[in-house]
């Protein structure tokens, strides 16, 4: 089996970031029946387009079927998974038996790939999945890498095992929870999560007139069910040898800049881990790559052992932060005037100094010394999103590099 990166596609324009920075597949939803209803997700007619766009590329599109759905949502379920099968789907990423039972005889042709939803924490059960039809599982969070190994030595090799390598850890046993359900009426199983763990919680006292207590002596109060990010670049030739098939970036509701800097960031990583086996060693700039873009901190999570989860909640705060923003796509570079041409998406002024992210060269500076707009007008602060702009330089750069600028 190929080794494969897999990274999220929330929209159009990060399925193709994604798949710029090196990404040998991407996962995506509908507009219904996926588990991040405001990710933005697809049209019929766009996964269409998606599944083209991938085809013609090489790569491989999943699109997730993962709710856990009623009665009443199986005929509108059904006619989604045989527009799947007619538009070439790679994958339909499921998680209940129901759905895979009608999967398999409206469409037979669809590879099913059972979600973490489903926490397949053994070799038994994963045997099951595959003997139902279950093409790929995808491995519960909360196993160790031991375990892993156990898993893959004990199943048919024609299964294949997809874990999470990097991103946003839910703190509930598999992402099964129920508080976004109970706080907010918004049903988590149908992809309306609001993500309630991240919220900052602080203790009442009954008899002493709703008087707050924090949990912790800290002003911010405690976030006590907010968990740190996986990040597994550091051991990625750990978990090839444990027998993953499919290394899996976690983020459809993450920014476009934020699949193109942890794409790019594995795809160099596991590149390497596949070249150099067990002498494979993560370069700094590689790690440094991913404190760049929105983290939480970061914990391996559970692939250490049982006791590796100790790390896991981040007690401090709940934001999302990184060190650097997204400036701008690249459109494209005019040799004749020596300018990069590019779309913003922040403002940014002359005098700063932004940086290229490319999948064909390390990160370059660029110091912002003019820009034009499209009439060839000079601007000194960009701050219209989305004009097309051209920024001279001898930095070349190619359509769907992305620029970025340090945060101070």
């Known amino acids: 089996m190929k080794t494969e990166l897999l990274s999220p596609a929330g929209n159009m324009e990060k399925l193709t970031v994604a798949c710029h920075f090196g990404a040998d597949a991407v996962y995506f939803a509908g507009k219904s029946f996926g588990l991040r209803a405001y990710a933005g997700n697809f049209t019929e007619n766009e996964m269409k387009e998606a599944m083209e766009y991938l085809h ?172 740190h990010d996986l990040k597994t670049i550091g051991f990625l030739d750990e978990l090839i040898k444990a027998g993953v098939t499919s290394f899996k970036i976690e983020g459809r509701m993450k920014t476009a800049y934020y699949v193109a800097s942890v794409t790019d960031a594995y795809r160099r990583a596991l590149d390497a881990a596949m070249r150099e086996g067990e002498k494979y060693v993560c370069l700094p700039e590689w790690d440094e790559e991913l404190s760049l873009c929105s983290n939480r901190g970061f914990t391996t999570g559970f692939m250490k052992g049982a006791k590796g989860g100790a790390d896991t909640i981040a007690y401090e705060d709940a934001r999302s932060d990184g060190g650097a923003e997204f400036i701008a796509k690249v459109l494209g570079y005019d040799f004749d005037k020596r300018c990069v041409i590019i779309e913003q998406r922040n403002r940014f002024c002359v005098g700063d100094v932004l940086e290229l992210m490319s999948p064909n060269s390390e990160v370059r500076r660029i110091p912002v010394e003019r820009i034009q707009n499209a009439a060839g ?14 920024i001279p330089t001898d930095v070349v750069a190619t359509e769907g590099d992305i620029l970025r600028r340090r945060k101070a």
């Open 377 to 390: 007008e000079s601007v000194t602060d960009a701050l219209r999103v989305q004009e097309i702009l051209l």
């Open 56 to 227: 013609a590329r090489g790569k491989k599109g999943y699109v997730t079927v993962n709710v856990f759905p009623y009665d009443e949502d199986f005929p509108a379920l059904i006619r989604h998974l045989e527009y799947l099968c007619s538009i070439n789907a790679d994958g339909a990423i499921v998680s209940d038996p129901g759905v895979i039972s009608v999967a398999r005889k409206v469409a037979p042709s669809l590879e099913l790939h059972l979600s973490t939803q489903a926490n397949t924490l053994n070799s038994y059960a994963a045997s099951f999945w595959a003997d139902i039809g279950v093409k790929r599982v995808v491995l519960a969070r909360e196993l160790s890498l031991d375990r892993i190994k156990a898993i893959r030595d004990a199943l048919d090799p024609k299964v294949e095992l997809e874990c999470f390598a990097h991103g946003a850890m839910c703190i509930s046993y598999s992402g099964r929870c129920l508080l976004s359900n109970y706080l907010s009426g918004r049903d988590n199983y149908k992809g309306e999560c609001v993500q309630a763990c991240r919220w900052n919680y602080v203790l009442h006292e009954k008899s002493r007139d709703n008087r707050e207590f924090p949990i912790e002596e800290d002003e911010r109060g405690a976030y006590i069910m907010n968990s």
